[in-house]
């Protein structure tokens, strides 16, 4: 079964810095595309970043602050967030599809097009 787990959470002040990561297993990693999103509370879920096929496609917005890697003898997918502002207070989830070559890496930025999810990790940013 596919399975994501993401971890990394938690309170920071405005300012600070928190790194999540994203444990996946159940599938052939390098055959997935696999992204980071967010919901706050009465949002849309949001595409943050995601990796695909080697590449790493960030939403605009996110572009500067987040960073995108990954450990993929670990099966790993982490996202680096500096200068945390109180508007990035969200749950954060990972999400994956199996790469489809037709689509280009920023398709999966989109959450309607990710078939998997894990469980989200609230990140609390304060003033």
């Known amino acids: 079964d596919v399975q994501l787990q993401a971890c990394g959470g938690g309170l920071v002040q405005a300012g600070g810095s928190l790194r999540l990561a994203c444990a996946a297993s159940?599938?052939?990693?390098?055959?997935?595309?696999i992204g980071w999103f967010r919901q706050a509370p009465g949002k849309e879920r949001e595409g943050i970043s995601c990796?695909?096929?080697?590449?790493?496609y960030y939403a605009d917005s996110k572009m500067g602050r987040f960073i995108i890697s990954s450990d993929n003898a670990k099966n790993t997918v982490y996202l680096q967030m500096n200068g945390l502002e109180v508007e990035d207070t969200a749950v954060y989830y990972c999400?994956?599809?199996?790469?489809?070559?037709?689509?280009?890496?920023?398709?999966?930025?989109?959450?309607?097009?990710?078939?998997?999810w894990g469980k989200g990790t609230q990140v609390t940013v304060s003033s």
């Open positions: 990796t695909s096929d080697g590449g790493r």
């Open positions: 999400a994956a599809a199996r790469r489809d070559p037709y689509y280009s890496g920023s398709w999966y930025l989109k959450p309607n097009n990710m078939a998997y």
């Open positions: 159940g599938f052939a990693f390098d055959d997935y595309a």
